[in-house]
């Protein structure tokens, strides 16, 4: 299944999706306008993500239609034209040997001649988008083929795309098809950097942009190092790699470690995206219960300032990038974000507790309950909020995110009776009360349902799953919005569920720890996590494009 972490539908901000608003995000980051354009057997995308086969695999195709080897769709009367419409080539396969056709090496111009005497011919591949038109039907510097071309270092992509020299740039003779390497601006940009009212820049690769944090950089001008935050200057080259605790997002940019910023203020390429190195911990855990202090390096503690008064402990949380954390909704849906506080490497639950000295404290910037959940009224369904910080998360061996499995959508498909996962509860003693680990087994539905007291039973929604050893050992209260996570593939933990509801003891508020613990299934709401996360990327991104900086290095 294609990886949700790298393809997303673009939500609006209010989470309401209009046909006008559906948007495809490539791999390299490009908005597509338009869901027909992805697995339609053309490579819109400029990284060809939209015609992927694991994206394309699952598709049906119409019967007026031919479904290509990985999976895209295109009518029946593409099939053996001798033209490729596939990808990868599918439906020129299994054709026969025809008069006239093209050796893969080569490209195939089409049809040329008049009626009575068609014949195909065709040019060496290297031809193609090269600026020059060697196909006398243009097909070879089509801006459709053209604009997904990666030009090599040392020449300029023309804004329909093709490649030429950059030695051809200003000399008074039109290189491109299109004549932008004679372009005005670029000219006067060449010509006269400090002509600033024409001047032409690459985006800046700012420190508050979450993507460009993730990345260790180097920008050299003209040959002198420069900040990677300023207007960046065609000619400039950027070095760079994923800095410690993180890692290349996709094995595409495993090799990506420079760039250059070309004449007409584009990258030559897609900016290196690098993601965290989630879901790790150094500590072996291996009693069912810990009595020591200890947490995860994702846990977060969640408090609440009352009338100027200390911040009160009220839940639990989950980090899962260096901006946002997941906990239970009915933890605070209540509060204004204004009044909450995030601790991050606490064992104590005291705020700014002086033995907590790897303790970091956090303000909320937003606070984002998913628009279903009504509390009481709906037995606490959809019990999951999502908790934006104002200040991002340094990632180190102390504190880092939990891992998400962004392909879920459920998690009843993957889920094993008496499988073991690990969440981090209050144990309270005589002087304080502190966190520890604490291993429980998912059990299954019916076994739940069972166990459970009928009163209680209203509270196992669709949206629930059941855990716990009903023997006395159990998340407890306070443990609310605490993450239950699972060993995945790598020794890499992942987030399953969020501890919810759980039943009570009798003519008591404390919970019954011989019941089961309910947890909300996160699986359910991994579109609306990467939604959200996508959000704040954009939200960034066009908060900076707002302000550009006036200053330039040679200045």
Not at 132 to 150: F, M
Request: aromatic share 8%; with cysteine; net charge negative.
């Amino acid at each position: 299944m294609f990886s949700l972490a790298l393809l997303t539908l673009l939500l609006s901000t209010t989470n309401i999706l209009t046909q006008s608003e559906v948007r495809f995000i490539c791999k390299s980051g490009h908005l597509l306008s338009g869901m027909e354009k992805v697995c339609n057997g053309h490579a819109d995308c400029y990284d060809g993500s939209d015609e992927l086969a694991e994206l394309c695999a699952r598709t049906l195709c119409p019967p007026e239609y031919f479904r290509c080897h990985y999976g895209a769709c295109v009518h029946r009367s593409k099939k053996c034209n001798g033209v490729r419409d596939c990808v990868d080539s599918s439906d020129e396969t299994n054709c026969g040997r025809k008069r006239n056709s093209c050796n893969p090496s080569e490209f195939n111009c089409g049809y040329h001649g008049d009626d009575t005497d068609l014949y195909r011919y065709c040019i060496d591949g290297s031809k193609i988008c090269d600026g020059t038109l060697d196909c006398a039907s243009g097909a070879d510097e089509n801006k459709t083929i053209c604009e997904n071309a990666l030009c090599p270092e040392s020449s300029f992509r023309c804004n329909y795309g093709g490649c030429v020299s950059e030695s051809v740039l200003c000399d008074g003779f039109v290189d491109c098809l299109d004549g932008s390497d004679e372009s005005h601006v670029l000219c006067i940009t060449l010509k006269c950097p400090k002509c600033t009212n024409f001047i032409v820049t690459c985006p800046p690769l700012v420190e508050n942009n979450i993507k460009s944090n993730r990345i260790l950089k180097k920008c050299e001008w003209n040959g002198h190092q420069i900040p990677c935050t300023l207007n960046i200057l065609p000619g400039t080259r950027v070095t760079y790699a994923c800095k410690d605790h993180f890692k290349p997002k996709s094995p595409q940019d495993w090799n990506n470690d420079w760039n250059l910023c070309q004449a007409d203020g584009t990258w030559l390429r897609d900016i290196l995206e690098c993601e965290p190195n989630c879901g790790q911990h150094n500590t072996r855990i291996q009693s069912i219960a810990n009595e020591s202090p200890l947490t995860m390096p994702w846990h977060a503690s969640v408090f609440v300032v009352e009338q100027n008064q200390q911040p009160k402990y009220i839940c639990g949380a989950t980090l899962i990038s260096e901006a946002v954390l997941v906990t239970a909704a009915h933890c605070v849906w209540k509060s204004n974000a204004k009044d909450l506080r995030i601790s991050l490497g606490n064992v104590k639950t005291e705020y700014d507790d002086p033995d907590d000295f790897l303790a970091r404290y956090y303000e909320v910037n937003e606070v984002k309950t998913y628009l279903s959940y009504l509390d009481q009224l709906s037995n606490y369904g959809s019990d999951i909020a999502l908790i934006e910080l104002t200040r991002r998360v340094d990632i180190d061996q102390i504190i880092s995110p939990v891992c998400i499995d962004w392909d879920l959508d459920d998690i009843t498909s993957q889920d094993t009776n008496d499988e073991i996962g690990i969440t981090v509860s209050l144990k309270n003693s005589t002087s304080s009360s502190f966190l520890h680990v604490t291993k429980i087994p998912i059990v299954s539905h019916q076994k739940c349902v069972a166990k459970q007291p009928p009163e209680f039973r209203k509270y196992l929604t669709f949206s629930k799953f059941c855990a716990g050893w009903a023997n006395g050992t159990s998340v407890c209260n306070g443990d609310s919005g605490s993450g239950l996570t699972v060993l995945r593939s790598h020794g890499r933990y992942f987030l399953k569920g969020i501890v919810s509801v759980s039943p009570r003891k009798k003519s008591t508020d404390q919970c019954d720890p011989n019941q089961y613990t309910v947890f909300t299934k996160v699986g359910i709401y991994v579109k609306w996590i990467e939604n959200y996360l996508n959000y704040i990327n954009e939200r960034d991104n066009l908060l900076l494009s707002e302000e550009p900086s006036s200053q330039f290095p040679w200045k």
